[in-house]
């Protein structure tokens, strides 16, 4: 009878993990670790550390209940050697198995660790496919082959067809398969943002927070409004806040932002689904049924339903597919390195102040918040993708690269050249205006285009068209702004381009 140990890393808290499948309960060790190095590779938001801790010693409990062998070691531990490979080196040694089983990781950068492993190990290691997703990596890869650029709606159409998921029999549901055009309402002028299902720290959350609150207090972010699900069984009761309570708003105010409110009518199911505890079928099966009950319209489960199983699916495909040359692309040679006020949050930008408060505050901002404020600005000011990445990656309680890098790279900053998005998600103060309420309490104006009061994303949307016109002028999706900045007469172009200038170089 042979013995395997199965490492089982932080955001593969499944238990139909393709590691445990078999597991043995009287011979077999599942090795659980706490390490320094994956919590400061970049410096995670507090209740990103605290969600993952909490979320694995939650998961180690129900399995040993389940009566399996955990060999669980925590971060506090004198003995820890602060990596996966002295951690996995040194459980070998306490159980001497005859083989390492592990899921494929969620990291290029955590896959590139195990190749390692898998020469210099004294056993043999298995790396089994993460079946959690509804595409495999190599199904991805042959939707992707032969196609210059990747568009999620094919992709997602595919995904559609796959499930079952709001199709009569070949045809989508309604006729359409993306309703997309009715998911773009402001919120109406009086608006009492929604309570949402938040769970107060149990005992061993609050061990965690302190824990953390000890070793990483110089890191990013208020650990004291944490409140995320830790335990599927709290991931499940949120998701059935949501679909009760907030599925049927999604679609109308997906796109819509307000000072002060941080979640709105959002899912908030991202951190449960990136660390496993619950599976993206069955969060699209739970809105399907919503609708098919008559509990929620089509254009807001649809729209649910295609960031799941669609859009998640995609940029994971993608991803593996690209790596690691996708990181290092830089299209529009932005080099400008990420100011200070992303940390602080005082650009005196209305929106961007509130969004970072917010991110500080909840390690979370809902997805256009984070594309087109902070990512429009990024994008607009010409950051430097890297260090653009690296903030995406830590501050969000929901990021893993495999996630993060493709929204980021390829999505806000079109440094993909065009891979995954048509054209790059330019947009002025209009549009931040038009979807929310911040420009009212702003010292900014989105009406003024230049001079005193001028909105900066104004200023800078103007500016980036001008610095960029070689690589996107003959993009026919950029056919409008770039014939709107045609007729604009050279004094206003160089007055544009003047102010926009004395902006950037004056950021801190
Ligand atoms: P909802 O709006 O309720 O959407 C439901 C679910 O659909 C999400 O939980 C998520 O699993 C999935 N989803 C929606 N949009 C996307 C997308 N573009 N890519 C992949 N999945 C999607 N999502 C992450 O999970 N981790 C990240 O690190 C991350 N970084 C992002 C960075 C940028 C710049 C942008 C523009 C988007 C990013 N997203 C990321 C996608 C999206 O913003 C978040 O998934 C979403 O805001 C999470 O909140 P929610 O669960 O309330 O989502
Ligand atoms: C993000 C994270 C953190 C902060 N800490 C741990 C940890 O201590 N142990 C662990 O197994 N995983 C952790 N993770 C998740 C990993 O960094 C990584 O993102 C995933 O394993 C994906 O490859
Ligand atoms: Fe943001 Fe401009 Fe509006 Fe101010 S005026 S909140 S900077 S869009």
């Known amino acids: 009878m042979t013995k395997t140990l199965r490492f089982i890393l932080g955001d593969q808290l499944t238990r139909s993990l393709s590691a445990l499948e078999g597991v043995d309960p009287a011979r077999d060790v599942l090795l659980m670790v706490e390490v320094g190095a994956e919590a400061t590779y970049v410096r995670h938001h507090k209740q990103k550390i605290t969600l ?66 898998r020469e210099t190990l004294p056993v043999p290691l298995h790396i089994r496919p993460d079946t959690r997703f509804i595409a495999s990596t190599d199904e991805f890869s042959r939707w992707a082959a032969g196609r210059k650029t990747y568009r999620m709606e094919f992709f997602y ?48 959350t609050r061990e965690v927070m302190a824990l953390v609150e000890a070793r990483f207090s110089n890191h990013f972010g208020d650990l004291s409004t944490f409140g995320w699900p830790v335990t599927r069984a709290e991931a499940l009761e949120a998701l059935s806040d949501f679909i009760t309570h907030h599925l ?156 993060e890098l493709p929204n980021v790279h390829g999505m806000v900053l079109y440094a993909d050249g065009g891979l995954l998005a048509s054209k790059p998600y330019a947009a002025s103060g209009a549009y931040i205006d038009r979807m929310s309420d911040y420009c009212a309490g702003c010292r900014y104006s989105p009406a003024i285009k230049t001079g005193e009061g001028a909105c900066p994303f104004n200023l800078l949307y103007w500016d980036f068209l001008m610095r960029n016109e070689a690589q996107l002028a003959g993009n026919p999706r950029m056919a409008m702004p770039y014939r709107t900045l045609a007729k604009m007469d050279a004094a206003r172009k160089a007055q544009i381009r003047a102010e926009a200038q004395v902006f950037l170089d004056g950021m801190v």
Request: proline letters at 6%; glycine letters at 8%.
């Open 52 to 117: 993952i801790f909490s979320a694995m010693r939650h998961f180690a409990q129900d399995l040993r209940a389940e009566g399996l062998n955990v060999d669980y070691v925590t971060l506090d531990d004198l003995a820890n050697t602060g990596d996966f490979s002295g951690e996995l080196a040194r459980a070998i040694t306490r159980h001497s198995p005859d083989s390492v089983v592990m899921t494929e990781p969620g990291e290029w950068r955590v896959r590139e660790m195990m190749e390692v492993w």
């Open 157 to 204: 159409r595919e995904m559609r067809r796959k499930t079952g998921l709001l199709m009569e029999g070949d045809k989508p549901e309604g006729g359409e398969w993306n309703y997309d055009s009715e998911n773009r309402k402001p919120l109406p002028k009086v608006y009492a943002p929604p309570a949402r299902k938040r769970f107060a720290p149990d005992a061993i």
């Open 248 to 403: 049927p708003n999604f679609g109308d105010y997906q796109d819509a932002m307000k000072k002060g409110a941080d979640f709105l009518h959002h899912s908030l199911v991202s951190t449960s689904l990136n660390i496993g505890l619950l599976t993206p079928l069955e969060v699209a099966e739970a809105a399907e049924a919503a609708y098919r009950r008559g509990d929620a319209p089509l254009n807001a489960t649809e729209g649910f339903i295609r960031q799941v199983i669609g859009w998640r699916d995609y940029v994971r495909g993608l991803y593996w597919h690209e790596m690691p040359g996708y990181a290092a692309t830089n299209a529009l040679d932005a080099q400008r390195p990420l100011p200070d006020f992303f940390w602080s949050g005082q650009s005196g930008m209305a929106c961007m102040d509130d969004v970072i408060t917010a991110t500080r505050r909840n390690a979370y901002a809902h997805h256009i918040q984070r594309l087109m404020v902070t990512g429009n600005f990024a994008l607009l000011a010409g950051l430097a993708p890297a260090a653009v990445e690296e903030w995406y990656l830590l501050v969000y309680a929901d990021a893993f690269e495999w996630v």
